[in-house]
């Protein structure tokens, strides 16, 4: 699809390597990990993960003490960042609460919630307890209601469930109905925590790594499951300016398994190719991808052989997972605002934890951070069952 012309107006992340960009940003240039051996809840696992610190500590007061979660206080310790909620009331100024949307994407929601009110079930009855709130908490919908009261947004809300793919899909929800006049700005992004659903769900498909993950990397052995949460918001662009864009996006949906990618990149360079297409460029015009990059062997060695078919092998290329784990629902949105970070400090990320290349992949992938001019970038989101998403961001003319 063709994109209006949209600015990325204001942006923030959170993740295991800090709150906020400037954390994110001084860790990618350290080439620092935020991952550390698992020590979540009860979870008794020989795994590496990337927590947020203080999640625990801070409570959802107020009206809305109702969608107090460890989900919800991740989103609203972003939102607190890089001044993103100045930015949105003051979008909501000039537009208007009711014409600003809300265009979320999450994973597991609030499943921790549930995980513990199943924990306390009353012995007799089994009746969960009291104080469980399904409705504002555990439902995927939760995220964005919360966001929007957290806001005062009264625009059109939805959130994306599309396994890994979904932080960044919301950018093409978001694009489609800003061009449809339904809304004149959109907040975009989303969030996941951990819980222990996905921690043993990965570990029982052997997929998690008993050390910190190693994208690309000749030893690699599974991911490392981090949380995260980012936030973008997305309005009209004004001609004439040189501020970041939404250039293009590309969606494709291969369902070539449940979990594990088509060997040959099939979704992945389809995904790649309208997203290029959309953004009316040529791949020779992409200064650096971010990769989906989970460390998995199948994964990586998909992703490569699609890169390198449409990319050739001299285009920049990394994954963010070595430095704060696979954020499921919350990857897309981290792997694309970390390459906005690139384009506004003109840096080429590196990849934590990867030591040694695998010599059987053949793109040009970094390990180590450097500087250089960054204009438009490419960022990559896979998810289970091939829900394929690939988004350009670049600078305006």
Not at 30 to 35: E, P, Q
Not at 145 to 172: E, N, Q
């Amino acid at each position: 699809m063709s994109l209006p012309p949209l600015s990325v107006s204001s942006f923030t992340l959170v993740n295991s390597l800090g709150a906020g960009l400037a954390a994110t940003l001084e860790a990618l240039r350290a080439n620092r990990s935020g991952l550390v051996p698992c020590d979540f809840e009860d979870a008794r696992l020989d795994t590496y993960i990337g927590p947020v610190a203080g999640l625990d500590a801070p409570k959802i007061g107020g009206e809305l003490a109702s969608y107090d979660c460890r989900l919800n206080r991740l989103a609203q310790l972003a939102l607190e960042q890089d001044g993103f909620a100045q930015a949105v009331a003051a979008a909501r100024e000039r537009h208007g609460a009711e014409r600003i949307g809300v265009f979320l994407g999450t994973s597991t929601s609030g499943i921790l919630e549930t995980e513990r009110a199943y924990r306390s079930r009353d012995g007799a009855s089994g009746k969960l307890p009291a104080g469980y709130r399904y409705a504002e908490t555990q439902n995927s919908f939760s995220l964005a209601d919360f966001v929007r009261r957290r806001l005062a947004l009264r625009g059109p809300a939805f959130v994306v469930s599309a396994a890994c793919s979904s932080t960044s899909k919301v950018f093409g929800n978001a694009a489609r109905m800003i061009a449809a006049g339904v809304c004149d700005a959109a907040v975009v992004g989303g969030a996941d925590t951990l819980c222990l659903t996905t921690l043993y769900g990965f570990r029982s498909l052997e997929l998690t790594s008993s050390g910190p993950c190693r994208p690309f990397d000749a030893q690699r052995d599974g991911i490392s499951i981090g949380e995260g949460a980012g936030f973008a918001l997305l309005e009209r662009a004004r001609s004439g300016t040189s501020d970041l864009r939404l250039l293009g996006i590309g969606e494709s949906s291969d369902a070539y398994h449940m979990s594990t990618p088509h060997p040959d990149g099939a979704g992945a360079r389809l995904a790649m190719e309208r997203a290029l297409t959309s953004a009316g460029l040529a791949a020779g015009d992409i200064d650096y991808i971010n990769l989906h990059g989970t460390a998995t062997r199948t994964n990586d060695a998909a992703e490569d052989k699609a890169v390198v078919e449409l990319f050739g092998t001299g285009t920049p290329c990394s994954s963010n997972k070595g430095a704060t784990g696979h954020l499921l629902g919350a990857a897309g949105v981290t792997g694309l605002l970390i390459s906005a970070l690139a384009i506004r400090h003109g840096l080429l990320p590196g990849s934590a934890n990867t030591r040694t290349l695998d010599p059987a992949l053949n793109s040009r992938y970094l390990l180590e951070s450097q500087s250089a001019p960054v204009q438009r970038v490419l960022a990559n989101s896979f998810g289970f069952g091939g829900s394929n998403c690939s988004v350009v961001l670049g600078t305006g003319a």
